[in-house]
Each structure stands twice: as structure tokens, then as C-alpha cells.
């Protein structure tokens, strides 16, 4: 089994920074891609940002103020988040695309989700 913690989500004045961490623990033989996704209240979630061995991939609407990275060797995911703004509140999910051994399958987990609240 794998578990995914999520840390760093707070209360942050528009304009603000923040950063996200994830960190997957558990059986893990390797970690495709990893992404943080974010959901709002009464909206569906959606993709902030992902990342592969060689790629990442943002949301149009953070582009040039959120940048993801990670820790290979931690099994860790980050987010770093800038000029911050009221509509980027939600909660925040990591996700991980995890496979326990040579032979198994991919599988897909999820962490709890860490709140994020930009005030105006």
C-alpha cells in the first residue's frame, strides 16, 4: 500500500506565496507521474500541475506563477506557488502514479487534500 502526506497549505494574503509538499510512502518500486489537482467549493476538481521524468504541465490559469518539481529520491512532489489570488482557494490534492513492483500494474493514489485560502 501507498500513502501520499500533503503538507503546507494555510491562510495567505492575494499576492502571497505558498508551498506545497507530498510525500509518498509506503511499497513503491517506481513513481510515474505526480501532480497536484485542487478543488473548489461546489466545482469540480482539476489539474493544477503534473509532472513526468522529463515534463511538466500547468493549468492555464497558473502559468508563470505556480512551478511543480520533485525529489526523486524522497518520493516528493512540490508546489511552489506565487502572486497567489482569491480564486486559487480550494483544497489541494496530490496524486501519484505508483507501481509496487517490476511486474505490477500502475496504480493511481491520492493524498488527503491541504487546504489553501488566499484572502482579498
Known amino acids: 500500500q501507498v500513502q501520499l502526506v500533503e503538507s503546507g497549505g494555510g491562510l495567505v494574503q492575494a499576492g502571497g506565496s505558498l508551498r506545497l509538499s507530498c510525500a509518498a510512502s509506503?511499497?513503491?518500486?517506481?513513481?510515474?507521474?505526480m501532480g497536484w489537482y485542487r478543488q473548489a467549493p461546489g466545482k469540480q476538481r482539476e489539474l493544477v500541475a503534473a509532472i513526468t521524468s522529463g515534463s511538466t504541465n500547468y493549468a492555464d490559469s497558473v502559468k508563470g506563477r505556480f512551478a511543480i518539481s520533485r525529489d526523486n529520491a524522497k518520493n516528493t512532489v512540490y508546489l511552489q506557488m506565487n502572486s497567489l489570488k482569491p480564486e486559487d482557494t480550494g483544497a489541494y490534492y496530490c496524486n501519484a502514479a505508483v507501481r509496487s513492483s517490476w511486474s505490477a500494474v500502475w496504480s493511481d493514489y491520492w493524498g488527503q487534500g491541504t487546504q489553501v485560502t488566499v484572502s482579498s
Open positions: 509506503g511499497t513503491i518500486f517506481s513513481i510515474n507521474a
